[in-house]
């Protein structure tokens, strides 16, 4: 069986990540989606994943991984998930493995939440949070402003750099963060995309149950 297994939408940005990619790459899987517990204590992961997390896919006798490990998968199955071009992808695994492995300060400080609008923090950002978003800005200046030539980082179509920074794009938006014109632009068409514009609609659709407070209450 094909299978994608993510958790709870409104939270799961490593999710978000593989589901993207699959989508992007027309894979045809069915979707498990678990609820999330909340700081890491969703057990019934470990029953499912090799490394207790999501998101998880089976495909085609094919176990993988780790979002970035499911991005490659999906990449062999769909070239163009990575610029063609040697530099250019050079630039693009670079910046990606970047997200994958860093900007733990934003990460922790601005968690995902589909469900929260525009809405910054009551304490100032940090020092650390503020260099994270500043060398978040600085990557898709260069790469949408000077490398693209279109509306995402390598061109016209979402490709793996896309997809590690669509849950920044969503976390900027939820926390009000001001971003520069080229920064804004990028990030806009990053939330029209057909794609995530469904699972934001999917994430609201989910039951008042999975709501986790300590992200609810995040003041
Ligand atoms: N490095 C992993 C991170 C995956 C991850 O941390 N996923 C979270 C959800 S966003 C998870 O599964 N947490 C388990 C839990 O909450 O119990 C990846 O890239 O896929």
Same mark, same amino acid.
């Given at each position: 069986?094909?299978?994608?297994?993510?958790?709870?939408?409104?939270?799961?940005?490593?999710?978000?990540?593989?589901?993207?990619?699959?989508?992007?790459?027309?894979?045809?899987?069915?979707?498990?989606?678990?609820?999330?517990?909340?700081?890491?204590?969703?057990?019934?992961?470990?029953?499912?994943? =090799?490394?207790?997390?999501? =998101?998880?896919?089976?495909?085609?006798?094919?176990?993988?991984?780790?979002?970035?490990?499911?991005?490659?998968?999906?990449?062999?199955?769909?070239?163009?998930?990575?610029?063609?071009?040697?530099?250019?992808?050079?630039? @693009?695994?670079?910046? @990606?493995?970047?997200?994958?492995?860093?900007?733990?300060?934003?990460?922790?400080?601005? =968690?995902?939440?589909?469900?929260?609008?525009?809405?910054?923090?009551?304490?100032?950002?940090? &020092?650390?949070?503020?260099? &994270?978003?500043?060398?978040?800005?600085?990557?898709?200046?260069?790469?949408?402003?000077?490398?693209?030539?279109?509306?995402?980082?390598?061109?016209?179509?979402?490709?793996?750099? &896309?997809?590690?920074? @669509?849950?920044?794009?969503?976390?900027?938006?939820?926390?009000?963060?001001?971003?520069?014109?080229? @920064?804004?632009?990028?990030?806009?068409?990053?939330?029209?995309?057909?794609?995530?514009?469904?699972?934001?609609?999917?994430?609201?659709?989910?039951?008042?149950?999975?709501?986790?407070?300590?992200?609810?209450?995040?003041?």
């Amino acid at each position: 069986m094909n299978r994608l297994v993510i958790g709870t939408k409104r939270y799961s940005s490593w999710s978000l990540r593989g589901w993207l990619a699959v989508h992007l790459a027309g894979l045809e899987v069915s979707e498990q989606v678990v609820r999330l517990a909340g700081g890491g204590q969703t057990h019934e992961l470990r029953a499912i994943s =090799p490394n207790g997390l999501v =998101p998880y896919l089976e495909h085609a006798g094919a176990r993988v991984w780790e979002s970035l490990a499911i991005c490659e998968y999906c990449a062999e199955l769909a070239p163009g998930l990575w610029p063609l071009e040697r530099a250019r992808r050079a630039l @693009a695994r670079s910046v @990606a493995t970047q997200m994958h492995g860093g900007f733990a300060a934003l990460r922790q400080t601005l =968690p995902m939440n589909e469900g929260r609008v525009m809405r910054p923090r009551a304490e100032p950002l940090s &020092d650390a949070v503020r260099a &994270d978003i500043g060398a978040v800005v600085r990557i898709w200046e260069e790469c949408r402003g000077a490398v693209s030539g279109g509306r995402f980082l390598f061109g016209e179509e979402m490709t793996v750099p &896309d997809i590690m920074f @669509a849950p920044v794009v969503s976390r900027f938006h939820s926390y009000g963060v001001v971003l520069p014109p080229v @920064a804004g632009a990028y990030a806009e068409a990053v939330r029209a995309h057909p794609l995530m514009r469904r699972w934001r609609d999917e994430a609201m659709r989910e039951p008042d149950d999975w709501l986790l407070a300590p992200y609810e209450t995040l003041s």
